[in-house]
C-alpha cells in the first residue's frame, strides 16, 4: 500500500477536521458547525439593525 491513501485527497484537508464514519456523529457535528454560523449570522445581523436604525449621527466625529 502506497503512503498516497492515507494522505488527503484535497490540499486543504488537513485543515479540517476528519468526518466521523458514525451516522449520528456526523449528524451532530453538522448540525452544530450550522448552529454556530446561524448564530454569528443573526448576531451580526442584529448588531447592524440595533446601529442602524438607531441615530447614526450620534458616532459622527467630533471635528464636524
Known sequence: M???VHS???FFGHLKPALPRD????RRMY???SDVIMIVIL???VA???IYTSNPAGFS???H
Not at 451516522?23 to 456526523?26: E, L, V
Open 23 to 26: 451516522y449520528f456523529a456526523r
Open 2 to 4: 502506497s503512503i498516497r
Open 8 to 10: 488527503s485527497r484535497s
Open 48 to 50: 447592524w439593525v440595533i
Open 43 to 45: 448576531s451580526i445581523l
Open 61 to 63: 466625529s467630533a471635528g
Open 31 to 33: 448540525r452544530t458547525i
